[in-house]
């Protein structure tokens, strides 16, 4: 492993989602340095066999950790249950979404409703870990496929009629349970919370970013690789296919960085 506390961290998702986590991270380390990728040539993840996806998060990955960086986040819970195989190649810290935002609804409330994208439902990665650890055998759990969420907000269908009607009708089937937290088990809901909300407008909304920021900590500081520059990090992105509407479709997302860049990760 490249012990180099002053290197960057690789953050990647398909798209604008892992964004979301990015925001978050930079606010939870304001002196690392973050270089993130959004895999747009290859977006949608969700709805892709296992294998291509291994595919594509191994390109990912191996361009981040060729740059160097010093960890990555997999700010995507779809490539988070594609990356098992990342350890065998890679030797750095690699930090998913999916487990540490399951152990943070738990403690939170057991009664709780995930939104992810097909593959991840499929893969019942949030199911094993919920089922694993929860301790009241009353509470319930709901898991919905919501992967043309990431279609409309791709297309910057967002606080519009047709995404409230979008989010509205997707939930129909629990609007009357009795749920507490509701987890974006794809980084691009957050973008949602008022759709969300208006449907449900006392649960917790509970986005990857934080829980997964306090993993990484945790890992950095296991590894002693938490920067020890004082000055104001710095933030890359990185596409790899630039859209014309990019800036248009992440103005909420106002920290200062770079630029954006496209780039290519396969071979
Ligand atoms: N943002 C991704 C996730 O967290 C998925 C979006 C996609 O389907 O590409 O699952």
Redesign the pocket.
């Known amino acids: 492993m490249i012990k180099n506390k002053n290197l960057p961290i690789g953050v990647f ?3 604008i ?2 964004l979301t986590v990015l925001y978050r991270l930079i606010e939870m380390f304001p002196n690392e340095d973050f270089v993130y990728v959004g895999d747009t040539l290859n ?5 892709k066999t296992k294998e291509q996806l291994k595919v594509l998060v191994s390109n990912v990955s191996n361009y981040l950790n060729a740059l160097p960086v010093k960890s990555i986040v997999i ?5 988070t249950t594609n990356s098992g195989h990342l350890k065998e190649t890679l030797d750095l810290p690699i930090i998913g ?1 999916i487990e540490p935002t399951a152990n943070y609804a738990l403690s939170i409330s057991e009664n709780i409703l995930v939104l ?2 097909n593959v ?1 439902i499929d893969s019942n990665a949030y199911q094993d870990i919920i089922n694993k650890n929860k301790k009241d055998p009353n509470s319930k759990q709901f898991y919905l496929k919501c ?1 043309d969420f ?1 279609d409309a907000i791709e297309n910057n269908e967002i606080n519009t009629s047709y995404s409230y009607k979008l989010v509205q009708d997707k939930l129909k089937t629990v609007k009357n349970e009795n749920i507490d937290v509701i987890i974006c ?4 809901f957050g973008l949602y919370e008022k759709e969300l909300k208006s449907v449900f407008p006392n649960a917790t909304i509970l986005e ?1 970013a934080v829980p997964t920021g306090l993993e990484l900590k945790k890992q950095l500081e296991t590894l002693d690789l938490l920067t020890d520059s004082k000055n104001k990090g710095t933030t890359t992105i990185n596409v790899t296919k630039l859209q014309d509407n990019f800036k248009d479709k992440t103005k909420w997302f106002d920290h200062p960085y770079n630029g954006v860049y496209e780039i290519k990760v396969s071979k």
């Open positions: 998702d398909s798209g989602g892992g977006l949608p993840y969700g709805t700010a995507c819970n779809t490539a979404v992810a994208t991840t992967s990431v088990g794809c980084t691009h990857c």
